[in-house]
């Protein structure tokens, strides 16, 4: 089973910078076969998606929210799908998650935007905290 592990979070400041790493926990998956979802829960809220990269075109998918704020890409080299968040602000404050995305649900997942608690992505990993303070 595909399992991620993320990094790269920390404390930063309003208008800051981070970059965020997703990798497979185990050897033997590449990553550039999967569309690939970065999730983030912030403190008493649910999951929500921030950012998908697609593995037939391409294509990066953004949250109005992120979009211009959030870059995500694919580093082929090192088998692993970054994000790379600037001018970060308080309301960014979160833990985030990758996950893959079924190709069979990614228009919900990652264009309406939608999870289904319960359904999609039964466990999550540790992944990597990210908060926003002045």
């Known amino acids: 089973q595909l399992q991620f592990v993320e990094s790269g979070g920390g404390l930063v400041q309003p208008g800051g910078s981070l970059r965020l790493s997703c990798t497979a926990s185990?050897?033997?998956?590449?990553?550039?076969?999967?569309?690939i979802g970065w999730f983030r829960q912030a403190p008493g809220k649910e999951h929500e998606g921030v950012s998908c990269?697609?593995?037939?075109?391409?294509?990066?998918y953004y949250r109005d929210s992120v979009r211009g704020r959030f870059t995500i890409s694919r580093d082929h080299a090192k088998n692993t799908v970054d994000l790379q968040i600037d001018s970060l602000k308080p309301e960014d404050t979160a833990t985030y998650h990758c996950?893959?995305?079924?190709?069979?649900?990614?228009?919900?997942?990652?264009?309406?935007?939608?999870?289904?608690?319960?359904?999609?992505?039964?466990?999550w990993g540790q992944g990597t905290q990210v908060i926003v303070s002045s």
């Open positions: 990269i697609s593995s037939t075109d391409g294509h990066r």
């Open positions: 185990r050897s033997g998956f590449n990553l550039d076969y999967y569309n």
């Open positions: 996950a893959a995305v079924p190709i069979q649900h990614l228009f919900r997942i990652c264009v309406q935007w939608r999870l289904i608690s319960g359904t999609d992505f039964a466990s």
